[in-house]
């Protein structure tokens, strides 16, 4: 493995090359201020306007690049006098910018859409995948705490390419083959490392994980939520008195990806579609017959935490919870992850 | 594909999102992190309100009925026909026997120019909007104390609130971004909650006090208030002095209000009473919010006034977090108000009686004689058309078989209307009735703004093409106008719509889309510089000084009797937008709340019989409906609480069309009611 760097000012003009091959997503800034992980345009349509507005230090997008996989609404299928057309979409991605946090979200969402069923409206739509890290030299948002999930502000695993900010270029770890190859490919913009890789890399990680000021006990947390005999019922009931039932924190969640399957039709023909759902909702659960399980608020609040913090842990091997706090900020009521682990871990009320 | 920032299309919060679409459909709604409502969260409605422009049932072109059933035409033939049409009852019956219902869904754009067309085109001031139905008794009633009839704060300014307020407003359920504010400053900052509602809403549990009034008797309380804070010398003489007049004839109304009375009136504990107004009187940063519950009553306009008065006497009026907070409902029915589509008013409320405002239109618009009587409100718009003063009605963007008041009666009328234009996104139960039917483009599909409960003129941009051959509905308007051979109606985008709005209306002065991005300005906004307003009256009171309209407890049009022996009251839930012409077609709302309920106290049911999600008959004496039981406390013995969104189970079967003698606003929330099991 070679050591390389790529220094700030050559990247618009990588993603300018790579997009004639690519699907290049990068975190832009929209009108308003709001910065959004999604496409740049195709070459030849708006590509320079749309690098204009690339934001690559430590934006705060509101939601992850989960949509890109999994979008918010979609049409798994279009059926016209009892033909079945599918759609099934695969271009080749490149996804230059992820944050390690929404990383882990994209590889959770991965392993849920292969366990057990192979979605393959998901599957295909990640087939051809290629992302690029940048990891946080310091919280996007107040409410992160990566470092207490052991998911950032550097991702160990999982990327393509990992780029560490410093000063005016960024150091490159590459993470699986097509890392290299890439770098290959574009060699004229990765030049060799000027310092002492290593040495630099650490210094930069370690200042960064030691600026986000959020803490919490999650391995406690972990623990005491993997106790069967451990329903902190008090706090849900607050939780649920408190939560108004927008879903906000289930949409925004990098690692949630339920949803709903419905049809859009007009007579004979129509579309079956899929959003977007969440277990926070009293339809979640609802049976036919109107018997609800969970019923009582406490019980459906209690649902995102029991998944987050017991149930991925007990399917998955790890933790539904990135830490990335979107929970927090996206709740209209100011109830979040952080604070729920800090109530239970620390026996205090906050919400 | 980009994300467009947008305004959000269901209540008056105005949140900011954007919408994402794939080129053709829209496939996502996301929140504004930076926008000063949104703050990067939306309520279930905002997060969903990508779903409902997809629906494959969307009009899609023309209809014109012919033999009963409705046949695909084009736009020339639909807008030739009701050109035809209109013309017609001008020429042979007089400008008055056409009416038309503007739209608080659609843009200040479209609003200004419906009444443009009613006005300037047909000589008409029959021109009406959903306000009637909502938020009429606000409009006259603060404009008469305070000279501006709309909320006098911002919604930032709750969460930083020593002392909320709040009666007739279910907040959670129908502002949800106001209400988390006021959970926030309860949980969060120690702020004390009131709550005055007959129901047990939501918000009550985090109350100091939840005091339940029986319905219909809100002057009552208020003036028991004004009576404690006056006898305890909690009132603000300095602010009374300086800034108000009229204080002695209040003085002398509310005597006689004292809490023993009041308690007999209301049913509120005089206990309770007493230590409303100490709590109320004693903080200065003091907000009221008030809604429905105040609004929709035979004594709306008094009950409105009543609380002028009573945030007058505490001098909680010009400056932050405090003041009189209307929610106005509709995501555009504070603009539909300021563009004037009210029968008495032009844009920026200045009167169709003013002989210089008249002039000054007749200008602007190259008309002559624009008419200066006030024209005919929503439910004598109605009526009309069943006695046949009306011949001709043109409805944009309004439901009015589920949303007006006693449904058999607007059914009847409808069903006897000479000629029915109904313009919209779905063929509604309105539509049903129509002879022409125009296909409109829905709030994804165009350019224009919308002006929300804290007055802020914000923009919503274009984020798909409307299907098929659905337009516009500003485009469908100057289409209409342009058959009638109207030279001035002719725009190439909205912004020319609003830059004639800003010249020809004063609170809108300053304002132009160049302004507003990204987030919109509130007004006043009066000159091209002006940075808009988030506080009113801040020095002086629109008017000058504040006028006490002292009222007298007047009870409501139909009280319980024998056999109607249940209070009804109707309402909102949190999952469904009114007619849920809309929300019906969301999968997530829709599956959350699929189907017509009725509160009633468990104690009531037990004594009839009746369990828990029992289909029952409720009836009063304009119609019957059948639906399920919820039972609980959530409403008070005698009592029943019907959501009036469910078509299938319609609450407005049973509503009473009595309205206020000044706003003609219609007494949704109190009429009587009996149960039968079946």
Known sequence: ?351 | MPRVLTTCIYCGCGCGLYLVSDGKRLTGAYPSKNHPVSRGALCVKGWNCYEFSNDLNRLTTPLIKKSGKFVQASWDEALGLIADKFCGFRDKFGPDALAFLSSAKTTNEENFLMMKLARAVFKTNNVDHCARLCHASTVVGLAATFGSGAMTNSINEFEDAEVILITGSDTTAQHPLIGSRVVNAVKDRGAKLIVIDPRAIELAKYAVIHARQRNGTDVAWINGLINVIISENLLDKKFIEERTEGFESLKDLVKEYTPEYVEKVTSIPKEKLVEIARIYAKARKAMIIYSMGITQHTTGVDNVKSLANLAMVTGHIGFASCGVNPLRGQNNVQGSCDTGALPNLFSGYQAVADEAVRKKFEAAWDVQGLPAKPGLTVTEIISALGNGSVKGLYIMGENPVISDPDSNHVKECLGKAEFLVVQDIFMTDTAEYADVVLPSASFAEKDGTFTSTERRVEKIRKAVEPPAEAKPDWQILCDVAKKMGYKRMDYNHPSEIMDEIAGLTPIYGGISYGRLDPYGIQWPCPAKDHPGTPVLHKEKFTRGKGAFMPRPYIPPAEPVDEEYNFVLSTGRVYWHWHTRTMTNRTSTLERESPEAYVEMNTEDAKALGIRENQIIKVSSRRGTISLKTRLGDKVVKGSLFIPFHFREAAANVLTICAVDPIAKIPEYKVCAAKVEKI
């Open chain 1, 1 to 351: 493995m070679k050591i390389k760097i790529i220094e700030k000012k050559n990247i618009k003009d990588l993603l300018k090359e790579a997009a004639a091959e690519w699907n290049v997503y990068a975190p832009q800034r929209n009108l308003g201020g709001d910065v959004w992980f999604e496409a740049l345009s195709k070459p030849g349509t708006d590509l320079d306007k749309a690098l204009e507005s690339v934001v690559l230090e430590g934006p705060d997008t509101v939601i992850s690049a989960k949509d890109i996989f999994f979008p918010q609404l979609e049409t798994l299928f279009s059926f016209n006098d009892g033909k079945i057309h599918e759609k099934i979409e695969s271009s080749p991605k490149l996804l230059f910018g992820v944050r390690p946090c929404d990383l882990k979200g994209i590889l959770f969402a991965d392993a849920f859409f292969k366990r057990n069923l192979e979605d393959k409206y998901y599957l295909s739509r990640v087939e051809n995948r290629f992302i690029v890290v940048i990891g946080c030299l310091k919280p996007p948002r107040s409410s992160c705490f990566c470092t207490s999930a052991m998911t950032g502000p550097f991702a160990k695993e999982g990327f393509d390419l990992q780029l560490v900010e410093y000063k005016d270029l960024y150091l490159v770890e590459t993470g699986s083959q097509s890392g290299e190859e890439f770098i290959l490919k574009f060699k004229k913009y990765f030049k060799d490392c000027p310092c002492d890789f290593e040495k630099t890399v650490d210094e930069v990680k370690s200042r960064a994980a030691g600026s986000v000021e959020l803490k919490v006990d999650f391995q406690k947390a972990l623990e005491l939520m993997g106790q069967e005999s451990f329903i902190p019922e008090e706090n849900y009931k607050r939780i649920g008195e408190r939560c108004i039932y927008c879903g906000g924190c289930l949409y925004a969640c990098p690692t949630c990806t339920c949803f709903n399957v419905f049809d859009n039709s007009k007579d004979k023909s129509g579309e079956r579609m899929r959003n977007w759902d969440g277990c926070v909702y009293e339809g979640y659960t609802r049976e036919t017959s109107g018997h609800n399980p969970r019923k009582d608020k406490w019980q459906r609040a209690s649902r995102r935490y029991e998944h987050k913090l017991k149930y991925d842990y007990k399917q998955a091997g790890s933790s539904g919870c990135v830490g990335c706090g979107r929970c927090l900020t996206s709740c209209p009521v100011d109830i979040g992850m952080s604070k729920f682990i800090q109530e239970i871990t620390e026996k205090r009320k906050i919400m």
